[in-house]
């Protein structure tokens, strides 16, 4: 059954922009799973968040909300429940497959994100490595790739020295018209010539360089502009930039994401952990120490007079950005770990021993 994504966000139907946007980002807030308290609570939280950025994904795209509020208009079949729900049939919004929570939010930072019709496959699958604090705060890639590109040669016409003569299929129309039986009935429909694929026209020689294809193989590279909070295995989806067919399409690059770990930090989703030695005595009797963040500049944290092995500090907002919600950010988790000395000099010696004697 489709899903009313107005009512996901708690809009109006005829609400702008920019009352959609602010709303998803009071929901995406609330119902982060990084904000659950438990198990239970972080599940619910992400099919939550999951359903919020579906409709999202939807209602922000001009497109994709008018072909939805088309298929809800239109309503096929009598309504929802007469298995003909519009927005499925459109094809309005149903562009979520995944079924976890990674996939959604993969789909999530694409942009675009069109899920074609044609038959072919045009997309492309290419991965990149970057950098923990590349991930953190977003970058821009280059990504050398070899992909479908129309013929230089014909400019992807596919006749040689540009010359063609009109399609007989189609008298030169480029589509025909063809009686279509549908579960509302026969209806006629203009489908695409496929004899000139549409064009009305056919090449009275064939292009040397692609035979006539239209379209040759090339190694390229791609600018690509890598979103702030990116985690390990997302992919992202670059509307446009996949291969071009000689039908004039062209698919999108699915880029998957991989990120190289850090020397001091790990990370979970959008927070970051360290471990933090300290001596016995800093341990004992408290410090002022400097630790790395992520931006680079180093901070002084507390430690307190008695502080135990294993405690943990937090820093809130020193950890990953949230995609491009300028209020939301990760923390930095700081555990500290009390180092016992495997070498002691004889003065060092000397003092625990006359610690040790006191401790009795
Ligand atoms: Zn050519
Ligand atoms: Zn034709």
Redesign the pocket.
């Known amino acids: 059954m489709a899903k009313n994504y107005y009512e996901t966000l708690g809009v109006k139907k005829t609400d702008s922009d920019d009352v959609i946007k602010k709303a998803y980002k009071k929901l995406a807030l609330k119902y982060h799973p990084d904000k659950a308290s438990d198990d239970k609570a972080k599940k619910d939280c992400e099919e939550k968040f999951k359903s919020i950025n579906e409709a999202y994904t939807t209602l922000s795209d001009k497109t994709k909300r008018q072909q939805y509020d088309m298929g809800g208009r239109q309503g096929f079949g009598g309504g929802r429940s007469g298995g003909f729900s519009g927005a499925q049939g459109f094809g309005g919004g149903q562009g979520f497959g995944g079924s976890d929570f990674a996939d959604a939010f993969a789909d999530f930072f694409g942009s675009g994100n069109s899920r074609r019709q044609s038959r072919e496959n045009l997309d492309l699958y290419e991965s990149v490595t970057i950098k923990f604090t590349e991930a953190a705060f977003g970058c821009e890639k280059e990504i050398p790739i070899r992909k479908n590109v129309p013929?230089s040669?014909?400019g992807g016409s596919?006749a040689k020295d540009g010359k063609f003569d009109t399609c007989k299929n189609c008298d030169g129309q480029g589509r025909i018209q063809m009686q279509q039986r549908t579960p509302w009935g026969v209806i006629n429909q203009a489908v695409t010539c496929d004899v000139c694929n549409g064009r009305g026209k056919i090449p009275k020689e064939k292009?040397y360089?692609?035979n006539g294809n239209?379209i040759e193989n090339k190694k390229t590279t791609v600018k690509i502009s890598i979103p702030k909070g990116i985690d390990d295995g997302q992919t992202l989806r670059i509307s446009g930039a996949g291969n071009a067919s000689k039908h004039g399409n062209t698919g999108d690059l699915l880029l998957e994401v991989h990120v190289k770990s850090h020397k001091v930090f790990t990370r979970d989703r959008f927070d970051i952990h360290m471990d933090l030695p300290i001596t016995f005595s800093q341990a004992a009797l408290g410090d002022k120490i400097k630790i790395p963040t992520l931006s680079d500049e180093d901070l002084k944290i507390k430690i307190v007079k008695g502080t135990e092995s294993g405690a943990v500090l937090r820093l809130k907002g020193k950890g990953i950005p949230f995609l491009d919600d300028p209020f939301y950010k990760g923390d930095q988790f700081v555990k500290i770990i009390i180092k016992t000395p495997k070498k002691l000099s004889k003065a060092q010696m000397k003092l625990f021993q006359e610690l040790s004697k006191l401790e009795k």
Do not use: D, H, V
Request: proline letters at 0%; hydrophobic letters at 10%.
């Open positions: 013929c040669a014909c596919g292009c360089t692609c239209g």
